[in-house]
């Protein structure tokens, strides 16, 4: 059974994209089955494997919007190991389109349980929102993989998605766990990169990966020759970080996680919930995500989850 991980961050320009392309080919490398799917509208996934998403026919908007067989828009790509489902442009109406479909959150969910057996991983690449479709990403998924970016202002919004991610577990998805935290664009010369990497790892401790994502110029041009950066230049430092991170996630489950799942739930439970009282840098991540008093109130008083989320936006 395949391992389903979504990346996602509702900020743009994080290196969610560039994540969910090379870790798919590094994974791919090892000689892992996968299957990236590329959920963002914009296409940029898609794109950056070469492939022109304007002609395609069959992408990921069909099989969420019409529900199509996934089998169908699934493309073969130039790694024997990675198989692509595109985005299109027309997904940018899905949310209108899809406002009177019942369980419209599950929607990814059970056109994945039908492909999920014939890869050993699935990389989903969200778009830069908490809207319907990061939405079912995260309901679909088993994990999602956090990008947070070396800069001002990394923690920035990370309250809002840990709160997110609290609300699908409540309504829709109770498995769903954070399969890590990934620095990316880390530059070792700069304080800035350290003391981001820092109060990321203060915050949310063994969750954070070993493996960062320097910035390299690689990566930012393998997009526009469509490869992942391993195709393009197998041995640039791009190559080597996202190859790291694939060891450490096959590493992770090859031992089966080393930890009991209990153990695993009641930490991870800790890390959503934790009142900023008792933490003190955590300010900066709760002052957006509600208390947990805030978020039990929210249950059960007939709200859909997107609403719940939509209001906590405000
Ligand atoms: N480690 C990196 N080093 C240099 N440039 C990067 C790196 N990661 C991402 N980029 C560039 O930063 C921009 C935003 O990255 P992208 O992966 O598209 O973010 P997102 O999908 O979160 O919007 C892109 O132009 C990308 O090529
Ligand atoms: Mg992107």
């Keep these: 059974m395949g391992r389903i991980i979504a990346i996602a961050n509702q900020k743009g320009g994080v290196g969610k994209t560039t994540t969910a392309v090379n870790l798919a080919a590094s994974l791919a490398a090892a000689e892992q089955p996968t299957l990236l799917i590329d959920i963002d509208p914009q296409a940029n996934a898609t794109s950056g494997l070469g492939i022109g998403a304007k002609k395609l026919e069959k992408t990921v908007y069909e099989v969420i919007v019409d529900r199509m067989s996934p089998h169908e828009a699934i493309i073969r790509t130039e790694l024997g190991d990675l198989d692509l489902i595109p985005s299109h442009i027309n997904l940018v109406g899905a949310e209108i389109e899809m406002i009177d479909v019942p369980g419209r959150e599950k929607v990814l969910y059970n056109a994945l349980a039908e492909i999920r057996t014939c890869y050993d991983y699935v990389i989903i690449d969200c778009p830069p929102s908490l809207g319907l479709l990061t939405l079912n990403a995260l309901t679909a998924s088993d994990a999602v993989l956090i990008p947070v970016q070396c800069e001002y202002y990394a923690l920035e919004g990370l309250g809002q998605l840990l709160n997110t991610i609290s ?41 954070v990966f070993t493996a960062m994502i320097a910035r390299n110029v690689r990566l930012s041009e393998a997009p526009s020759h469509g490869k992942p950066v391993l195709l393009y230049d197998a ?10 991170l694939a060891k ?39 002052s957006q995500a509600g208390s947990p008093a805030e978020q039990s109130e929210n249950s059960g008083n007939g709200h859909t989850p997107l609403n719940e989320i939509r209001r906590g936006e405000g």
Excluded: W
Excluded at 169 to 198: A, C
């Design 167 to 207: 609300i699908v577990k409540k309504h829709l998805n109770p498995l769903l766990d954070i399969e890590g935290v990934l620095l990316t664009m880390f530059d070792r010369r700069l304080n800035l990169s350290n003391q981001v990497s820092d109060e990321v790892r203060r915050y949310f401790g063994d969750k």
């Design 235 to 244: 041995l640039s430092v791009g190559t080597q970080n996202y190859m790291e």
């Design 248 to 286: 450490e996630i096959l590493a992770r489950h090859s031992e089966g996680l080393g930890k009991s799942s209990e153990e695993e739930k009641g930490r991870r439970d800790v890390v959503v919930h934790e009142d900023g009282a008792e933490n003190k840098e955590e300010n900066s991540l709760n």
